[in-house]
């Protein structure tokens, strides 16, 4: 399976009414460039402002998942977004002339087919998974609520979920997802449910307006009287709704796509509440009775989790075969001693690289850098940074002897400890931009057991300036 970000190959577009405003909207899809993410646009407002589909910018989870940034709000955003999740599109721009994204059918069915029908572009950057490499655990303040995240043997993306109301028509379910390539079939297909006995406090605080047995099941507990069906009716605006039901069951007797459609949905609910995560995850999460305020809390830890590890050093084996050796590296390196500053390379992908040096008292530099106190220079650091990142420039080139790597500019330079004699420093670099023209755009860290010793961004051009 590919592991490249994709995005979808052309627009789509949909036409419906938001669940809890009522309000008619007309919402879009389009293709968005790698690193995008998943952002929506209110076309309908002044500056038609963008709000980010992450996390940090959930301001609710009343009955749904509202975001807003930027002076605006998408209230109930979880199944689009579980669509797009659940399709592995990674990027994508949402244009919608309305405060809430319209609920269709209840489920996020519609949003999948007219995905797969108009395809996907694969794109060149790799996908930033997020791997869980420890358990996380939330549980709310009533102790209702419970959430387990432990790290998959295969890296898939597994929920499985526990609904249990304590209610005669659905007691308890459980739902599975065992990898995602599941969500289109198994849980899409899933609509948004409630209880009848719900609905009045639902339509006393002004939500459902948009709310119809064409787009949510309605589970009746207990026998009702007309009048008292007549009366609900009323308060959700549908006086001429003609209400079915025998005993309890389901209002209207609305076949079920699944025995367990009600826990299944709310495994979609997860899927697109941690979509806002913002990064296609590696683990298996397990879920007790959830809903949208559990899940965003969630979501936040593994957020937190995800910042924690982005300060922290990333773990080396220093002790792993070298992919290239010194003897490799000046292979593919014009430099020499005593300006070869990479003694080997342990990683090294399409977008990243790792070198070592090991630094030594015998370098010729300490000799006035500083006498009695020896201190190997920033510059150095750069330098030897730079070469790093001309080893994941040049390594796929045909000839690399034939090719040089000259520096264009440095930003964003910080030294935060010295390196001296004795320290191993290893240098990771990252490219921030896909080599274009022989443009290579790199952002370098380099640590001394386990600390950054100094950073910077990079910018470099190769050319081939040898026949």
């Known amino acids: 399976m590919s592991t490249k970000q994709r995005t979808l190959a052309a627009p789509i577009s949909f036409k419906g009414i938001g669940l809890h405003t009522g ?44 975001i807003q940034e930027n002076g605006a709000s998408v209230h109930t955003t979880e199944h689009i977004l579980a669509a797009i999740f659940g399709c592995e599109v990674d990027n994508a721009l949402i244009c919608l002339d309305g405060p809430e994204v319209p609920i269709m059918d209840g489920s996020a069915m519609l949003f ?5 029908k108009a395809g996907y572009e694969e794109q060149e950057e790799e996908r930033n998974y997020f791997t869980l490499k420890e358990n996380l655990y939330y549980e709310d303040d009533q102790g209702y609520v419970e959430m387990l995240a432990v790290p998959t043997p295969g890296q898939e993306f597994r929920i499985t979920v526990m609904v249990d109301y304590n209610s005669p028509v659905l007691g308890t379910q459980h739902a599975s997802m065992y990898e995602i390539s599941e969500f289109k079939k198994e849980i899409a297909p899933c609509r948004t449910f409630v209880f009848l006995r719900e609905i009045e406090e639902l339509a006393k605080l002004g939500l459902i307006k948009g709310g119809d047995l064409d787009n ?38 609305v076949k079920l796509k699944f025995e367990n459609e009600p826990a299944r949905h709310k495994l979609l609910d997860i899927v697109g509440d ?16 959830p809903g949208h305020a559990g899940n965003v809390s969630f979501a936040k830890i593994i957020r937190d989790l995800i910042k924690a590890e982005a300060k922290s050093s990333p773990s080396f ?44 008292i015998s370098e010729g530099y300490f000799q006035g850098h500083f006498p009695g106190n020896p201190i190997m220079p920033g510059v150095l650091q750069i330098e030897a940074m730079a070469q790093c990142g001309g ?16 520096f264009l500019k440095i930003d964003n330079v910080r030294f935060k400890r010295k390196v001296v004699p004795g320290d ?38 190769i050319i081939k300036d040898k026949a």
Do not use: C
Not at 112 to 116: F, L, R
Not at 441 to 460: H, I, R
């Open 391 to 406: 080893v994941l420039a040049l390594h796929n080139v045909d000839e690399p002897e034939k090719w040089s790597t000259y």
């Open 112 to 116: 999948v087919q007219a995905i797969e």
């Open 317 to 360: 084996d220093l002790t792993a075969e070298p992919i290239y050796d010194v003897n490799q590296i000046m292979g593919i390196l014009p430099h020499r001693y005593p300006f070869l500053l990479v003694d080997k390379v342990i990683e090294l992908s399409e977008q990243h690289v790792v070198g070592v040096k090991n630094v030594s």
């Open 424 to 461: 191993t420093v290893v240098f990771r670099l990252e490219l921030t931009a896909p080599i274009r023209r022989g443009i290579v755009q790199m952002k370098g860290t380099a640590y001394v057991n386990g600390q950054v010793a100094s950073e910077g961004d990079l910018m470099a051009q």
């Open 23 to 66: 309000e008619n909207v007309e919402l879009s899809i389009h293709p968005a460039p790698a690193n995008h993410g998943y952002v929506f646009q209110r076309i309908d407002l002044d500056g038609k402002p963008t709000v980010k589909a992450h996390v940090d910018n959930v301001v609710s989870t009343k009955r749904g998942t509202t």
């Open 274 to 289: 941690l979509a806002l995560v913002g990064r296609p995850i590696r683990g298996h999460i397990l879920a007790a009775r």
């Open 216 to 253: 949510a099941i309605v589970l009746v507990e207990h026998e009702r009287s007309e009048e008292e069906y007549r009366e609900i009716a009323r308060l959700v605006g549908k006086e001429d709704m003609e209400i079915k039901v025998e005993g309890i069951g389901v209002l209207n007797t």
